[in-house]
């Protein structure tokens, strides 16, 4: 006798072909199912791969009903698969020739673990892309090289950077009382200088207002002439 029954996940999706028969075109479907040891050997080894054939109206059910990832039941018989390669050497394998196909779970809990490996899978992702070198300190250096808008104040972001913040008001502060004073001393210079010219100039009206009386009256005297 000769009948194998083997429980597995689908590795990828099959293969399907079509050949021509006698009585007409018959489906054909290859597939390989990854089959779970009992134990684990030193190597690492945790499965075997077995491949699978199908024929007619078994084939196009796998090929409608049968995609990688899924976990199935194959029962058939065991046929050497024996071939010699390019180099003219033989090549010894198994196949399993399936003559019955179950599914061992659902559609539902299919999709479902699918979903939570798909999950799983970009939640690895993510943790790549916040890990890549670089990355943070990118993010850090386009932050605070970013143009601070009117009326913003952007904080130092070590405190390095705050003493020397600090340092660069307080002499900007000091440059600015040191401009006020010296405009304000100029402002009063020139002020005083401005009071004395006047004052100078009213005082060469008031001299020239005098002289000018003293010589109308040396005119008058001669006009009225005593003699």
Do not use: W
């Amino acid at each position: 006798m000769n009948k194998s029954i083997f429980m597995g996940r689908l590795i990828r999706d099959p293969e399907i072909r079509y050949s021509q028969t006698d009585n007409g075109e018959m489906a054909v479907a290859i597939f390989r199912i990854a089959v779970d040891r009992k134990f684990v050997r030193r190597d690492g080894v945790k499965a075997d791969f077995i491949t699978c054939s199908a024929f007619g109206r078994l084939a196009e059910f796998v090929e409608q009903y049968l995609l990688q990832g899924l976990k199935v039941i194959v029962t058939g018989r065991m046929e050497n698969d024996n071939y010699t390669n390019r180099n003219g050497e033989k090549v010894y394998g198994m196949r399993l020739m399936a003559e019955d196909i179950e599914f061992a779970e659902s559609k539902k809990a299919m999709e479902e673990r699918m979903q939570a490996e798909q999950d799983a899978q970009n939640g690895r992702n993510s943790a790549g892309r916040s890990k890549r070198p670089g990355s943070a300190s990118r993010d850090q250096s386009g932050a605070n090289s970013r143009p601070a808008r009117s009326g913003d104040r952007r904080e130092p972001a070590y405190e390095e950077d705050y003493e020397r913040e600090h340092e660069e008001r307080t002499a900007s502060a000091r440059g600015a009382n040191a401009r006020a004073g010296a405009n304000s001393r100029t402002g009063n210079g020139r002020r005083n200088a401005g009071g004395r010219a006047a004052a100078s100039r009213n005082s060469s009206r008031q001299s020239r207002d005098i002289d000018e009386e003293y010589m109308d009256m040396n005119e008058v005297d001669e006009e009225l002439d005593f003699d």
